[in-house]
């Protein structure tokens, strides 16, 4: 284990690990779908060079094989989904006093 050093960037760096890509991948699918992204968005992550592993699943799978994981993802799990609002709020009171005989309406 190495040491920390000050002069160490404070970035993450993807290693290699050994482990099953198909779970990796329902798990990456799965958090994102609770997160409310529809399945569309979730395959856009994977064809964005930024993101090298997921990138990397992409090319190794193909597009279409891929997007149809990530449906049969979304269809056993679903994709959460909520709404948000507030109630209205409530009107200013305003009193208005009656004219007085002789008063315009500009007073």
């Not at 993101?51 to 090319?59: D, T």
């Amino acid at each position: 284990m190495k040491e920390f050093e000050n002069d160490d960037p404070m970035e993450l760096q993807g290693i290699w690990m050994d482990g099953d890509p198909n779970y990796m991948l329902d798990c990456v699918v799965e958090e994102y779908l609770r997160l409310g992204w529809p399945p569309e968005q979730i395959l856009r992550l994977f064809e964005s060079p930024s993101y090298p592993v997921l990138h990397q699943m992409l090319r190794a799978r193909g597009g279409e094989a891929l997007r149809a994981r990530i449906q049969q993802i979304a269809r056993r799990c679903g994709v959460f989904r909520f709404r948000t609002s507030e109630p209205p709020e409530d009107p200013e009171l305003v009193t208005i006093a009656p004219m007085v005989q002789g008063e315009s309406e500009d007073e």
